[in-house]
């Protein structure tokens, strides 16, 4: 899933870029409000981490631009600013949850598993099966017929947007651009090398079969009769 960290302290933004890769995210990273409508404009995001004290725009200023557009990526605010007015502001112009600085990674890691629980409709538990295929998203834990698959941090990102899209279409681009930053340099195939993996892992000996080619468009994962 891809995530864009606006904060305008560089060594917080490096570090909140570094702790959310690890985590196998993929992450776009800048450190003014007045950027953000061209990263915005460029990508699709799962969810916005959002200082609210930037230079250029405010961090409340970029919400409400957001929000005005239409724009309903869950944000997740983060500010030195603790009064009960503050959070009240925040939330009021659009912010999906609030945090307040200083914080701990851990408890932003959870935060932002809600967020992305609520922007996809995942339960509760943050898993989600198809089939005979279950997917753990909080413990990068994937299951098939009640047998544990070891996938690679970039083969469970893919199968991750795959699941959480089930049912629906994707273009290459579209997996590509869940997966991978600004930064990435790869092959113009790199999705279709990934895809080969998974199918192997999770479709080959086994039926049905889950990941399915749309000709000239892309792929989707379903079950099918």
């Not at 409000?33 to 990263?39: E, F, I, N, T, W």
């Amino acid at each position: 899933m891809r995530v864009l960290v606006v904060e305008d302290e560089p060594d917080l933004n490096r570090l909140l870029t570094k702790t959310l890769t690890r985590e196998g995210y993929a992450v776009d990273a800048c450190l003014r409000g007045d950027d953000v409508a061209d990263y915005l404009r460029l990508a699709q995001y799962d969810a916005v981490v959002l200082d609210v004290l930037l230079p250029g725009q405010s961090g409340l200023e970029v919400l409400r631009g957001m929000r005005g557009r239409g724009d309903r990526t869950p944000v997740l605010l983060l500010t030195a600013l603790d009064g009960i007015s503050d959070r009240v502001k925040g939330l009021d112009a659009g912010a999906d949850d609030y945090l307040v600085k200083p914080f701990s990674f851990d408890e932003l890691l959870a935060r932002l598993r809600v967020l992305l629980r609520r922007g996809t409709g995942g339960a509760a538990t943050n898993q989600a099966s198809v089939a005979d295929l279950t997917v753990d998203f909080d413990a990068h834990r994937v299951t098939r017929g009640g047998e544990v698959i070891s996938l690679t941090s970039r083969e469970f990102a893919v199968l991750e947007c795959l699941v959480r899209n089930a049912g629906k279409v994707l273009t290459r681009d579209r997996i590509g651009q869940s997966i991978w930053n600004y930064d990435y340099e790869g092959e113009s195939n790199v999705v279709d090398v990934y895809i080969r993996c998974l199918r192997k892992k999770l479709d080959d000996g086994r039926t049905p079969k889950l990941i399915h080619t749309v000709r000239g468009t892309g792929y989707v994962l379903e079950e099918r009769s």
